[in-house]
């Protein structure tokens, strides 16, 4: 029981916190939902501090890790969409942090991954792509519709925008399937590894202490995909949003 309880795979279990049921609804707060209301909380408090004390000439360390992650993010949006995409900044800036926060508190020991749940992940996809869509509907009408049409003789038309139409929707799972899959895949190796150290372990110490060395090793790569997990989501979620800005053409 105990090893069951304290076992690292708990971080993919989903545990009910608070419930509340009202009439016919369900309405219960989870232990992959609290850790995020916290961060965007702590988030957004944390950068009207900042903008209070901005009068200072000397920025803090934190502050000053916040500004070099602005920039980055800045220059992603000026690259992937241009100057008329700042406006979405804020958007960006939530979303990569957010993500940011979520991969990393799943190397905490017995912390939560929350970004290898493929529900929460596709919420999140289904939402911004569905939201992206509504933008490019909003700003050029019927017109965008065209991104479906490809500059192709007129015969093939009948068969290419299926195709066209199929590999946009098909954007709203590859973004969630992309980002959940990684999380997972590297989280389950790094508890087979330890796993296989302490059975060794039990055999012979010294042989197990080699391979705390890919252990440590793989952990290095994990803290590297936790980065980059969350700078391909945000770039793709620019690529898709630079789709609905410009004006509608294959």
């Known amino acids: 029981m105990l090893n069951k309880l304290y076992s690292p795979l708990e971080q993919f279990n989903v545990i009910g916190i608070w419930h509340l049921n009202y009439i016919i609804y369900d309405?219960?707060?989870?232990?992959?939902?609290?850790?995020?209301?916290?961060?965007?909380?702590?988030?957004?408090?944390?950068?009207?501090?900042?903008?209070?004390?901005?009068?200072?000439?000397?920025?803090?360390?934190?502050?000053?890790?916040?500004?070099?992650?602005?920039?980055?993010i800045y220059k992603i949006i000026k690259q992937q969409i241009g100057m008329h995409g700042v406006y979405w900044l804020p958007l960006i800036f939530l979303l990569f942090n957010t993500i940011l926060f979520c991969n990393l508190l799943g190397l905490i020991p017995?912390?939560?991954?929350?970004?290898?749940?493929?529900?929460?992940?596709?919420?999140?996809s289904i939402s911004l792509c569905i939201s992206i869509f509504t933008i490019g509907l909003l700003r050029y009408n019927l017109k965008f519709l065209h991104i479906f049409i490809p500059?192709?003789?007129?015969?093939?038309?009948?068969?290419?925008i299926p195709i066209e139409?199929?590999?946009?929707?098909?954007?709203?799972?590859?973004?969630a399937i992309r980002l959940a899959a990684n999380i997972l895949a590297g989280h389950t190796l790094v508890h087979i590894i330890i796993t296989f150290i302490l059975k060794i372990s039990k055999l012979e110490i010294l042989f197990s202490l080699i391979f705390l060395i890919p252990l440590f090793l793989i952990l290095i790569l994990e803290l590297g995909v936790a980065f980059l997990q969350s700078y391909v989501f945000i770039v793709l979620v620019c690529i898709y949003l630079s789709d609905s800005l410009r004006y509608p053409q294959h």
């Open 151 to 160: 500059n192709s003789p007129f015969v093939l038309l009948p068969l290419l």
């Open 110 to 124: 017995f912390g939560i991954a929350i970004t290898s749940h493929l529900i929460l992940i596709l919420w999140l």
């Open 165 to 175: 139409i199929f590999s946009y929707l098909i954007r709203l799972f590859s973004l």
């Open 27 to 72: 309405v219960t707060i989870t232990n992959i939902i609290l850790p995020i209301f916290f961060f965007i909380l702590f988030l957004i408090f944390f950068l009207l501090y900042l903008i209070e004390d901005y009068k200072f000439l000397i920025s803090l360390n934190i502050q000053y890790i916040f500004e070099l992650i602005y920039n980055f």
